[in-house]
């Protein structure tokens, strides 16, 4: 239901929720003497939400993406993609197979190529999931 302004000649100025429709005075509750609408631009507005900036004009600020929200470009993180990858291969040829065993560093990642031993091992887990993926599910 919209809300209405009246006014009325004592100089009371209230609101009330009413049915839309004609109104051109509502009781004063002061009064009790016929109060005239006050005509308004609209009968409604739009609030700011708490905390929620208005919107500036500029995409980037009013509609950030995961990236800059979190302050961090995605050709950066790609490039720190590609360098891993880089280290990751030169380990790899040097290794001479595919297994790595990747140790975390305090601020660093660092790349061990995997013996065969690591091979087994990582193929013996694969075949244990895939047997335990095959199996019917429980009743």
């Known amino acids: 239901m919209p809300k209405y302004t009246f006014e009325c000649p004592c100089g009371l100025q209230f609101s ?20 005239p609408r006050v005509f308004e631009s609209f009968g409604f507005a739009f609030s700011q939400g708490k905390g929620a900036p208005a919107n500036s004009g500029v995409t980037k600020h009013d509609y950030p993406t995961d990236d800059y929200a979190v302050g961090m470009s995605a050709d950066k993180r790609w490039a720190e993609y590609r360098a891993r990858e880089k ?53």
């Open 16 to 35: 009330r929720t009413l049915k839309m429709g004609e109104h051109k005075s509502h009781e004063c509750p002061h009064c009790q003497e016929a109060a």
């Open 87 to 139: 280290v990751k291969a030169e380990v790899r040829k040097v290794g001479g197979n595919r297994a790595l065993i990747r140790k975390n560093g305090q601020d660093y990642i660092e790349y061990e190529a995997g013996g065969q031993k690591t091979v087994e091992g990582r193929k013996r887990v694969r075949d244990e999931i895939v047997s335990v993926l095959k199996r019917p599910p429980a009743q």
